[in-house]
């Protein structure tokens, strides 16, 4: 058995939380055509309408980036409140397609005040719903 008599000074990287969402991908399409570019700036980043505009079928990438975004916030418990905006969220997908989180503005902030150091990423979509599940990873003691 081995023993140390230095204690563990830093903690050690733990799962913070785990936030799941899925979207009706029509009902989101239905309020992209009624909130036109509005909407979608409110909502996505330039970038991420860039990525979700060049695809065949739009409104599926889009679907998956707003769960992606509700998910992140069930793990903060921010909700879209307290000056989280949507837009500080971004969906950014590697050289291999893997997506990856973004997090900036309050929502930065927030994950700081929780010693958040990495958030991790799943995506899916179908013809009628996207589902993401986000994963933050803390060093806070007891996380």
């Not at 230095?6 to 399409?29: E, H, Q, T, Y």
């Not at 769960?67 to 793990?75: F, I, L």
């Not at 700081?112 to 990873?137: F, K, N, P, Y």
Request: aromatic share 6%; with cysteine; hydrophobic share 40%.
């Amino acid at each position: 058995m081995m023993t140390s008599s230095k204690p563990m000074s830093d903690p050690l990287p733990s799962i913070f939380g785990i936030g799941l969402d899925l979207v009706d991908i029509p009902r989101l399409a239905k309020s992209i055509e009624q909130g036109g570019q509005a909407f979608l700036d409110r909502i996505f980043t330039p970038h991420e309408q860039e990525y979700c505009s060049n695809h065949s079928r739009p409104n599926e990438h889009y679907a998956a980036r707003w769960a992606a975004k509700e998910a992140a916030m069930k793990v903060l418990g921010t909700g879209w409140s307290g000056g989280v905006a949507f837009t500080d969220f971004e969906v950014i997908n590697d050289s291999d397609g893997r997506p990856h989180l973004e997090v900036t503005g309050v929502a930065a902030e927030r994950s700081r005040e929780q010693d958040i150091i990495e958030w991790q990423l799943s995506l899916s979509h179908t013809g009628s719903t996207a589902g993401a599940v986000a994963q933050a990873i803390s060093v806070r003691p007891g996380a």
